[in-house]
């Protein structure tokens, strides 16, 4: 049979017609998923082309994800690593795509300085990403997502007094890596 009203074809996962429960998911946790993007980007534009790069791997994996037994923290992980790779992925398109003479729109020295007061905390949150994952992810997932205790418990298969303590030492953490150290006095030596 040729094109008959019974044939079946087989689509790639990425021309698959989006499934009800993957858009209804999509549109309930998009504000998440946005947060999670731009606590690594800092660009709105850049963010909401990561979320939907994530979207895209989301709607690929749905029927494993729709099965796991929490979908939305499958899918927040897939959203962080997404984030976390957006600007090396950028750098290797860059590396393939011929240059343009004219920007859209070149950073000013505004945009410049605006983002300077988030470098220290870049830098700190880093650092403690190496040192102490958990009390990173803790903090992250409480004052970046929002999340209560329970939920961070629930994300990362710990108890809630767990989840709170690791807020508190990665916020003490943070507090230290991002204070200035003391002058010394240069007589007493």
Not at 19 to 35: P, Q
Not at 64 to 92: E, Q
Not at 134 to 159: D, G, N, P, W
Request: proline share 6%.
């Amino acid at each position: 049979m040729n094109g008959g009203p019974h044939e079946s074809h087989e689509l790639a996962p990425e021309q698959q017609p989006m499934d009800a429960a993957f858009r209804d998911f999509l549109i309930r946790h998009k504000g998440e998923f946005m947060r999670i993007a731009i606590s690594h980007l800092r660009d709105l534009f850049d963010a909401d082309e990561a979320v939907l790069d994530a979207a895209l791997k989301i709607h690929n994996k749905w029927p494993k994800i729709k099965a796991h037994n929490n979908p939305l923290a499958l899918a927040r992980r897939i959203v962080h690593a997404t984030s976390i790779d957006f600007y090396r992925r950028r750098a290797r398109l860059v590396s393939r795509e011929i240059p343009h003479s004219g920007l859209l729109h070149a950073p000013t020295a505004d945009d410049l300085l605006e983002l300077r007061g988030y470098d220290r905390l870049d830098r700190a949150r880093a650092i403690l990403q190496d040192r102490a994952p958990k009390q990173a992810e803790c903090v992250r997932l409480r004052y970046i997502e929002e999340m209560e205790f329970v939920e961070i418990a629930h994300q990362l298969s710990i108890t809630p007094n767990a989840a709170k303590t690791n807020v508190h030492l990665g916020i003490k953490a943070l507090q230290a890596l991002m204070t200035p150290p003391e002058p010394r006095n240069g007589g007493d030596s």
